[in-house]
C-alpha cells in the first residue's frame, strides 16, 4: 500500500505556514547535478585508474583525512548538535562544526538541517523527503522508492520551508555567516586537497590525483554512505527498539557512517548523542561528543539512560 494523502493529511498543502519554502535558483539547481554527477564519474573511473596507474599513499591519507572530517561534520555537526541537540556546544566549535559540515558539500547548514528536521516530522509518511515507502510494496514501486530516498530527492527544486523547521537557526548570527559563504566551503573542500597533495609531492601531478582522490572521490564515497541512511536503514536491517516509522539497523555502514546506521535507536530516541547503545554497537560519533565534553567543549550532552532504552525496547 502506497503512502496516500487521503491515509495521511498531506503537509504540502498551501496553508499559513506550510512545509515547502521556496525553489532553488536555476543555477543552484544546475550546481546539484555538478556536485553530484562530477564526483560519481569520478568515483566509476577511480577503479580503473587504481588498476592501471596505482594511488600513492597521499592521496589515500588525503581521501580517508578529509572524509573523516566532513563526515564528522555532518554526524556530529549538522545531525547530531544542530538538528536534534543533542549537546550544547561553545560558540567557536558551533561554527567549526557548521564549517566542516559544508565540506562535506551536501547543501548549507540551513538546507540539511530543514530537510532531516522535516524527515523526522514525517518519517515514512507523506511530507517526507525521502522515504523509501513512498510508492507502495511491490517490487517495482521498492525498487522506486530506494532510488528516490538514496538520492532522487535530492534533485528536488523545492525547498523546505526555513521559517517552520529552523527558526531557531536562523537567529545565530554565525551561522548565517556559514552558510550565506557556502561556496567558500565547497571551493576549500575540492581546492585544498589538490594544494596539500601539491606541496606533499611538489608536482602539478600531486596536485591531479589530491584533488581526484581526496577532492571528488571522496565526496561520492561520503553522499552515497550518506544517501544510504536515508535509503537501505529504512529498509534493510533489525529493529530492537520501537519507532513510529520503518528506521532499521545496519551493520555494515556502522564504521563508515561513523555511527549513523545505528539507526533504529535514533528514530526511537532522536535526541540521543549516542545511536549505537548496544552491545558491539561502534559510535565514533558518539566517542568525539565523548571527548568534546572531557575537553569542556560540550556540555548538557543527551547520554542514553538503562531506563530509557527498556521503555524504548521492542517486546
Known sequence: MSITAEAVPDPLRKGPNPVLGGQRTRFQHAMIYVFVGGPMLALVAAV???????????????????????VLGITVGFHRHFTHKSFKAKPWLRVLLAITGSLAVQGNVFNWVADHRRHHAFSDKEGDPHSPWAFGTSPAAVAKGFLHAHMGWFFDRNE???????????????????A???????????????????????????ALTGFFWG?????????????????????????PFRSRDRSRNFWPLAVLSMGESWHNLHHADPTCARHGVLPGQIDVSARVIWLFERAGWASDVRWPTPGRLAKLASR
Not at 215 to 239: F, P
Open 48 to 70: 580503473p585508474l587504481a588498476w592501471g596507474w596505482g594511488v600513492g599513499w597521499h592521496d589515500l591519507a588525503l581521501l580517508a583525512g578529509f572524509y573523516t572530517l566532513a
Open 180 to 206: 550565506r559563504t557556502f561556496g567558500l566551503w565547497v571551493a576549500v573542500s575540492l581546492l585544498l586537497p589538490a594544494v596539500i597533495g601539491g606541496l606533499v609531492t611538489w608536482s602539478w601531478q600531486g
Open 160 to 178: 523546505t520551508n526555513h521559517s517552520r523547521f529552523i527558526p531557531d537557526l536562523l537567529a545565530d548570527r554565525a551561522l548565517r555567516g556559514v
Open 215 to 239: 577532492g571528488l572521490v571522496r565526496l561520492a564515497v561520503s553522499n552515497h554512505v550518506t544517501w544510504s541512511i536515508n535509503s537501505i536503514c529504512h529498509m534493510v536491517g533489525r529493529r
